[in-house]
């Protein structure tokens, strides 16, 4: 049965780095990054051109079409409403796919400065932390982390992996015992 992982989390704990070392250790798994997904579409920049909603969409059909064709695919993606995380949930089911949530997790003090500490090291990076800035920068930050609290609680499944800064290969074998069948 194909799997859609979800791994959620405050922006800098680790979802993206995780999801391709996923990828590249179970072949044949779509790394369903969005984020790099935003490059593709002309006027990404503008935060007027509400890319990320476009995308949300677009992201849902990718990820129907990978598990319609009995793949897992691994969503690494900030989402802090219930509603956004059932429609892939719902995707998954229709697919007859099976829906893991993972929650990478740091206290909100520690998730802040992750973020802060993290090396922009593409143009979605350089980008990200000039629309965390414009925002409101470590307070809007904390809302994240607060809406991530509330998603948690309201989804009690969910498996809540810590998360410590450089623990790669720990935090991955961590998601890895807590998905095994």
């Given at each position: ?68 064709g009995g793949r897992d695919v691994v969503l690494p993606q900030f989402l802090g409403k219930r509603d ?21 997790y740091a206290d909100r003090a520690e998730s802040i400065d992750r973020f802060h500490r993290r090396p ?56 890895e015992s807590a998905l095994a069948p």
């Open positions: 049965m194909a799997t859609l992982i979800h791994l959620n989390g405050p922006p800098g704990i680790g979802k993206s780095t995780l999801a391709a070392l996923w990828a590249d250790r179970h072949p044949g798994t779509l790394n369903l990054d969005i984020d790099t997904l935003h490059r593709l579409v002309g006027g990404w920049r503008d935060e007027d051109n509400r890319t990320h909603d476009v995308l949300r969409p677009v992201a849902l059909a990718m990820a129907a079409t990978h598990l319609a956004a995380i059932e429609a892939f949930e719902q995707t998954a089911t229709m697919n007859g796919a099976r829906f893991a949530e993972v929650v990478l922009d090291a593409s143009e979605w990076d350089v980008h990200n932390r000039a629309l965390v800035a414009r925002h409101g920068g470590a307070e809007f930050l904390a809302a994240m982390h607060d809406d991530l609290q509330d998603v948690l609680a309201a989804r009690p499944d969910a498996i809540v992996i810590p998360s410590r800064a450089g623990a790669v290969e720990d935090t991955y074998a961590a998601i």
